[in-house]
């Protein structure tokens, strides 16, 4: 079974202030997607960013950012300048199964409070 | 706006009974979905894979017949929990892919389904 590990169970960060989630995973797959998704305490999923395992640039999108390494099978979302509404559960998220059907598996996620 | 549709977004039902939560994709045509279940302050948990026309493929564990999955039309999949015991009380969240080339997964809002 694919096994995704975000250490961090817990974060602070000061508003307006850089902060970093890790996430690292395991895969056989050469082709793959690796995604990031945020979990407000209302239960939805908000898709954050994504990244092809073939793409060459660490993705990114708007204040959220991707340190992807591939050799490492890392991919580190960095949220710059924190806000109160950043406050959420954020989980890392590959792909995994036949191209089409992939399904996303999911990591045990980190709780990232912004502080005032 | 919200591409997929779940609902109820939450339900108390009677140990003993059935409940049935629709997943559906309104902006495009969804050949797979997936079905998540979300324990509190766990990680979502892959299901199951539905497949229109075709049976559900179940992740190790899941009991088939007690979660009955109907993948009727290419934007509607069903999810029913027979006989509904409290320790199936959780979060059940559905996901599908565009499939014209969008990367992104997109989610219903999740049902919060209680057993008393």
New interface residues.
């Given amino acids: 079974a694919q096994k995704i590990t975000q250490t961090q169970p817990g974060m602070f960060v000061q508003e307006k202030e850089a902060v970093t989630l890790d996430c690292t995973y395991d895969t056989s797959d050469q082709s793959y997607?690796l995604?990031w998704?945020k979990q407000p305490s209302s239960?939805?999923?908000i898709?954050l960013i994504?990244q092809?395992s073939y793409d060459e640039q660490n993705a990114t999108e708007g204040r959220y950012s991707l340190n992807f390494q591939k050799a490492r099978k890392s991919a580190n979302l960095v949220i710059s300048a924190s806000q109160l509404g950043d406050s959420a559960m954020y989980?890392c998220a590959p792909e995994r199964?036949d191209t089409?059907?992939?399904?996303?598996?999911?990591?045990?996620?980190t709780r990232l409070q912004v502080q005032p | 706006g919200a591409v997929v549709s779940q609902h109820p977004s939450r339900v108390i039902c009677k140990s003993g009974t059935s409940v049935k939560i629709e997943c559906r994709s309104l902006d495009f045509q969804a050949t797979?979905m997936?079905w998540?279940r979300?324990f509190p302050k766990?990680?979502?948990?892959?299901m199951a894979?539905s497949?229109e026309g075709s049976k559900a493929t179940y992740e190790q564990g899941v009991e088939k017949d007690k979660f009955l999955i109907n993948h009727a039309s290419l934007t509607l999949s069903t999810l029913t929990v027979t006989s509904a015991h409290p320790e199936d009380s959780s979060?059940y969240?559905c996901?599908a892919?565009d499939?014209r080339g969008n990367?992104?997964?997109?989610?219903g809002?999740?049902t919060?389904l209680t057993v008393v």
Avoid: H
Wanted: hydrophobic content about 35%; overall charge positive.
């Fill in positions: 997607g995604f998704y239960g939805e999923m898709f994504y092809g989980f199964g089409g059907r992939r399904a996303l598996t999911f990591g045990s996620g | 797979t997936f998540y979300q766990q990680s979502l948990m892959l894979t497949n979060f969240i996901s892919k499939p990367t992104e997964a997109f989610f809002q999740g919060r």
